[in-house]
């Protein structure tokens, strides 16, 4: 059979339904088109022949692998360039991340998440980490290696802090290396904080000289598990503050009197609530008069 650029030295498809020439398994032909190389996988079924090896290409030889059987047949000189200019490829050094994204979920009451992002050098040769970039200052890095060698794995560690960020968050990490072939790696890190409830207000305000009456505050469940307000506290002079059930689990209210109106004043109150099994978390109020 003759391949454009090849010479011909494999055998002929046999086109009148003997045993195939080419794989003496078959007594029916191949199919295939003119001027095309049939690559045979193990069992005689079509496949991907292997790369050619440094040992192979040395030679001035290409491999064909035939039923399972790997043969060589000699380069053609056009061919030569091409396959040097490869050469370097071939032998780069480089990080594969067993995964780049990871998603979670958690609620408020956690504080934050931590994510890992396992690492391997799976080149011939050392790979540096020059540089880990966060996207913010909620989102820090640790464990990376400065250094990884060849055949070496690692895990890169994510911490991300919540603060007062609620709902879907999407946090990046940016791996910087020495590698030419990938100086750069984005690593991903989506969280979605859960809120257990929420407050219709978190500023109650009174005007100096207005009527010291009372104004309330609304907590609402916002999950399926009860929800329980276990407490408040005033944080500071000037202020009282009690609690209500309107529906056990669900709905509660936080009532807030200033003792005066006369003078101005600022004050917190920590709201004590608990979701059904998990650690009681603390919600803040400010309340002033202006």
């Known amino acids: 059979m003759q391949v454009d650029g090849f010479p011909s030295v494999l055998p002929q498809v046999n086109s009148e339904g003997g045993r195939c020439g080419l794989c003496h398994s078959h007594t029916k032909p191949h199919r295939r088109r003119k001027s095309e190389v049939l690559f045979l996988a193990p069992g005689g079924s079509p496949g991907v022949p292997p790369p050619p090896t440094l040992p192979e290409l040395a030679r001035g030889a290409l491999p064909v692998t035939i039923s399972g059987v790997r043969i060589t047949t000699p380069i053609p000189l056009t061919l030569l360039p091409l396959l040097v200019a490869l ?70 560690t ?33 969280v ?19 009527p010291a009456t009372a104004k309330t505050i609304q907590l609402t469940a916002l999950v399926e598990d009860p929800v329980q307000l276990r ?13 209500a059930t309107v529906k056990e689990g669900r709905s509660h209210t936080i009532t807030v009197t200033p003792a005066t109106t006369a003078a101005a004043a600022s004050a917190r109150i920590a709201l004590s609530i608990q979701r059904y099994g998990a650690e009681p978390e603390t919600a803040f109020v400010r309340v002033r008069v202006k």
Request: one cysteine or more; proline letters at 6%.
């Open 87 to 156: 050469l370097p490829s071939l032998a780069s050094a480089g990080l594969e991340w067993d995964r780049t994204e990871v998603s979670l979920r958690s609620s408020p009451a956690a504080g934050a998440v931590e994510a890992e992002f396992p690492y391997r050098n799976t080149g011939p040769k050392p790979v540096r980490i020059t540089r880990v970039i966060s996207s913010c200052g909620c989102t820090t890095a640790r464990n990376a290696a400065d250094v990884v060698e060849p055949g070496r794995n690692g895990t890169l």
């Open 192 to 210: 979605q904080i859960e809120e257990a409830f929420e407050l219709d207000r978190s500023l109650l305000l009174w005007r100096r000289g207005e």
């Open 158 to 190: 994510a911490r991300f802090e919540f603060g007062d960020r609620r709902g879907h968050q999407r946090k990046q990490i940016t791996v910087r290396t020495d590698d030419p072939e990938r100086p750069e790696t984005l690593l991903s890190l989506s």
């Open 231 to 243: 407490g408040a506290s005033v944080i500071g002079e000037g202020f009282s503050a009690t609690t």
